[in-house]
Structure formats: C-alpha cells, structure tokens
C-alpha cells in the first residue's frame, strides 16, 4: 500500500524550531519529487516547498525562505522540513505528497498520494 506518514508537528513558540518528517511506504522517492503543503483555517492550500529526490533541487516559498529547510534521506525514504524563526503565521496543517517532478521543477505534480497531515501551532 503506497502512503505517506507526516509527524513532527505540535505546539511551539514564536521564534522556536520544529523538524516535520515525512516517511514514505510502498514506493521510493527515486526519481521522485516531494511536496510540503500547509492549511491553516478558512485558508486555501498553499504550498511550503519542495524537493527532488533525484538532483536535490529544491523550491521554497517566499513566505518561508531563509527559515525553512527540506531535505530527503532517499535510504530511509523520509523528506524533512525544518522549520526555524516559526512565526505565528506558520500555524497550520502540514502535508506532504509525492509524484512525479513537473516539468523543470523540483515539486511534484498533484496527483501523487497525500499523508494525513501533522498540525504545527506557533503561539506568539
């Protein structure tokens, strides 16, 4: 069964630090790109950053630029997000997904499994 489990989130305070683990079961991440997403409430979807497991490139939101970091250990098969300076702004739920790379980028097309999801609060 191919799925995606996220973990790491909780409640932490502005300007503290929390590192989301994204594991995967079913397929690898060879040759495939992961996603970060965040939802917070009466928000649209919007998307953290992402990475591709097969050169590394990855892609950040100005949103978090400088303050996120994503990276992938294709031998466990996990994507990590961590996350630095968390603002209030930052609350949300956390997801991440897999696919195929788009065209000339390192996040995935949208069409790939999707984890549970992880809730990270940023108290200010």
């Known amino acids: 069964e191919v799925q995606l489990v996220e973990s790491g989130g909780g409640l932490v305070q502005a300007g503290g630090s929390l590192r989301l683990s994204c594991a995967a079961s079913?397929?690898?991440?060879?040759?495939?790109?992961i996603g970060w997403f965040r939802q917070a409430p009466g928000k649209e979807r919007e998307g953290v950053s992402c990475?591709?497991?097969?050169?590394?490139?990855?892609f950040y939101a100005d949103s978090v630029k400088g303050r996120f970091t994503i990276s992938s250990n294709n031998a466990k098969n996990t994507v990590y997000l961590q996350m630095n300076s968390l603002k209030s702004e930052d609350t949300a739920v956390y997801y991440c997904t897999s696919d195929q790379p788009e065209y000339d980028s390192p996040c995935p097309d949208l069409f790939g499994p999707w984890g549970q999801g992880t809730q990270v609060t940023v108290s200010s």
């Open positions: 079913g397929f690898t991440f060879d040759d495939y790109a």
């Open positions: 990475i591709s497991s097969s050169d590394g490139r990855t």
